[in-house]
């Protein structure tokens, strides 16, 4: 079974920086497209970015251009570097394939909180 371990949250004020990471076993990790999703209280998981093997990639509107997703295949590991992060950019942040399918494994996540 696949296994997700994401990490690299925190608390951040306004206007901060966070890199995310997210450490995926498999051996098809490097043909696997993957994605960043997150979740805010009350509110349904939404991706915020995606990474094809071949390193093309797409992301929500509310974070292109303050958020960048990249990938070490090598390492079996993708990243999220968050910049001018804004209050409603607090969820927890999952990492996982594109797209997910029901009954799809998802790690524990990783809890960024932005606020003053």
């Known amino acids: 079974q696949v296994q997700l371990v994401e990490s690299g949250g925190g608390l951040v004020q306004p206007g901060g920086s966070l890199r995310l990471s997210c450490a995926a076993s498999g051996s098809i990790f490097s043909i696997t497209t993957m994605g960043w999703y997150r979740q805010a209280p009350g509110k349904q998981r939404e991706q915020v970015a995606r990474i094809t093997s071949s390193g093309s990639r797409n992301y929500a509107d509310s974070v292109k251009g303050r958020f960048t997703i990249s990938r070490d295949n090598a390492k079996n590991t993708v990243y999220l570097q968050m910049n001018s992060l804004k209050p409603e950019d607090t969820a927890v942040y999952y990492c996982?394939?594109?797209?997910?399918?029901?009954?799809?494994?998802w790690g524990q996540g990783t809890q960024v909180t932005v606020s003053s």
């Open positions: 996982n394939r594109h797209p997910t399918f029901y009954g799809d494994y």
